[in-house]
């Protein structure tokens, strides 16, 4: 049976935030198009800022009803709704408002929402002396949370740790965490945006207002820990196809390639995946003959569909890019 479409590349939707870095770093401000104050790059997502595929019979058309239309072939058969990843660049310029995300369960029952907001961070670019917050300074517990946010003074009792380029960082829903200023972040996640912020800063929002807060539902969905450290990474295969895996949840996995010679992708899981490249040039090929061949430029991201033909990347100089995956119905990552 011959496939719908082979990989698409998708087009980015720029965010400006207010704790955005005013400058986007170079390359990717250049490779990218980023205007100024963009704190998020949205690269792969269905819901809220849609990303478009950007080339082929399905230029123009969103990601929520390509999936829609054929959710057997990109998500697996049986799958549940909707696309299950997101996929970001984060652009830090200021502390981020201290927050935390409800998991599935507390997604469900505070907001009707079918998944809650697991993501991992992995450190593209670290100015020297860039921190993070993950998790509780040693000893604090819930109880010292509300009674820190109800008096302003949350900062007191969290974890801040050291960040670095290459560090990996896997920050489980319930989490207490914020990004601090210096970063350029690769951060996959379930496909929620389920936030509830229990400290901003003092720090004005757009409309010149505190942006608002929400402690009683934070304090629900916070599950105490920390503090946190960089997720070590495992080695699939060695150079020259080096394949490591940054991170692996229940819900997500995320790949980091670099490679200087012609090799397969790996297929870690039966639901959809996302390419990412940071580096470097090539193609992506499919020996079977199923699908066109397609460029790789920095950059880009591309939707690889659950029933994609089995896939090979011939790298054209040495590259760098990165996979995220999502389990297929009824498994776990």
Not at 1 to 20: D, E, N, Q, T
Not at 128 to 141: I, R
Request: glycine share 12%; aromatic share 8%; with cysteine.
């Amino acid at each position: 049976m011959s496939l719908p479409f082979g990989p698409l590349r998708l087009i980015p939707v720029f965010l400006p935030k207010v704790w955005a870095e005013p400058h986007f770093p170079e390359p990717w401000a250049s490779r990218l198009g980023v205007p100024l104050g963009i704190g998020e790059v949205w690269l792969a997502s269905d819901r809220l800022h849609v990303t478009k595929v950007a080339a082929g019979p399905l230029v123009g058309q969103g990601l929520d009803r390509v999936v829609a239309q054929w959710p057997d072939y990109i998500l697996g058969p049986g799958a549940a709704p909707g696309f299950p990843l997101l996929l970001k660049l984060l652009n830090v310029g200021q502390w981020l408002s201290v927050q935390v995300h409800p998991d599935d369960p507390t997604a469900a029952r505070l907001e009707n929402e079918p998944w809650g907001k697991g993501e991992a961070w992995h450190i593209l670019h670290a100015q020297t002396g860039a921190q993070l917050v993950h998790g509780l300074s040693a000893g604090a517990d819930a109880r010292q949370v509300a009674q820190a946010a109800a008096e302003n003074r949350l900062p007191e009792i969290l974890a801040k740790v050291p960040a670095n380029s290459g560090d990996t960082f896997d920050v489980p829903a319930g989490t207490l965490h914020t990004t601090g200023p210096g970063l350029l972040i690769l951060e996959v996640q379930q496909a929620s945006d389920l936030t509830y912020r229990l400290y901003d800063w003092d720090r004005p929002g757009p409309d010149g207002k505190p942006r608002p807060l929400h402690l009683q539902r934070a304090l629900e969905a916070l599950k105490p820990s920390g503090p946190g450290e960089p997720t070590p990474s495992r080695t699939l295969s060695p150079p020259p196809w080096q394949v490591q895996s940054l991170v692996t949840t229940a819900s997500f996995g995320l790949l980091k390639y670099a490679i200087m010679g012609k090799g397969a992708l790996e297929r870690p899981g039966g639901g959809p995946g996302l390419l990412w490249v940071e580096r470097g040039r090539g193609k992506l090929g499919f020996p079977g003959g199923e699908h066109p061949q397609e460029q790789l430029r920095p950059g880009q991201c591309w939707l690889l569909p659950a029933g994609l033909a089995p896939a090979m990347v011939e790298p054209a100089e040495d590259m760098i890019f990165y996979q995220a995956w999502a389990p297929g119905p009824g498994e776990s990552a």
